[in-house]
């Protein structure tokens, strides 16, 4: 399973990146906003400089909601690095313009998916990656890792090639829960990513450790 940092933010990027565990990175407009990224240069800039620090995909959203707007943005996206992948929301204008972009060569990712249909369309329109939100579905007392389940069971049923990206994460369970059912990829905050090496047996075993070594040298 590949792991994504869900941040804009340039240390926290570094930070995973240089573990050595990061595949890549996914942003959106209130990740930018987080980081006080505003007007269009500064965006730009953005997305290639977190492309100076990682070297797998990044997932960089359209702010159009039309059609036309989303496919002038995404073709600018696209053209800033080839690890750019153009993130579009699951709405009729989106999956057509992930058609467009599927034929254009452009990679995508579907963004806001929270059902099993449009995880569908997005696969018929040739998305990269689909993003379901995990968190949010459990917010409104739904299944997120039940829903990533069905989309991975169906998607290797019918041999659709879309990566399922297991988003909105809130915790290591999310994580673990992903793994156990099959996500391609998990996109997570770096707390949760750090935290899955959390265990009170390690550090109780390195401070023995420790102590013993003071013996021996
Ligand atoms: C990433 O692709 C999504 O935009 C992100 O995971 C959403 O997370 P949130 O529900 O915590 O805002």
């Keep these: 399973m590949k792991f994504f940092i869900d941040t804009a933010n340039l240390e926290q990027i570094a930070k995973a990146e240089s573990m050595g ?20 240069e500064a965006i730009m800039k953005h997305y290639v400089d977190i492309c100076g620090i990682v070297t797998g995909d990044v997932s960089a959203e359209v702010l159009s909601t039309d059609y036309e707007g989303m496919i002038e943005e995404g073709k600018k996206l696209a053209a800033l690095h080839k690890q750019i992948v153009v993130k579009v929301p699951c709405t009729a204008d989106g999956i057509r313009a992930i058609k467009s972009f599927s034929d254009m060569g452009i990679r995508t990712n579907c963004t806001l998916v929270f059902s099993l249909g449009q995880a569908l369309l997005a696969a018929k329109a040739g998305a990269s990656y689909v993003s379901p939100f995990v968190g949010r ?9 039940e829903l990533v389940s069905r989309i991975v069971n169906v998607y290797r049923y019918y041999g659709y090639q879309t990566e399922v990206l297991a988003a909105s994460i809130r915790s290591v369970q999310h994580i673990i829960q992903c793994l156990e059912v099959g996500a391609d990829v998990i996109t997570s905050p770096l707390s949760s990513i750090m935290a899955l090496l959390d265990h009170p047996l390690t550090d109780k075993g390195l401070a023995i450790f420790e102590k013993a070594t003071k013996e021996i040298i």
């Excluded at 890549?24 to 209130?30: D, F, H, L």
Aim: aromatic share 0%; no cysteine; charged share 20%.
């Design 137 to 145: 579905l459990d917010d409104v007392s739904s299944n997120g890792i």
């Design 21 to 40: 565990i990061l595949d890549g990175v996914t942003t959106n407009p209130s990740l930018m906003a987080k980081e006080g990224v505003k007007g269009n």
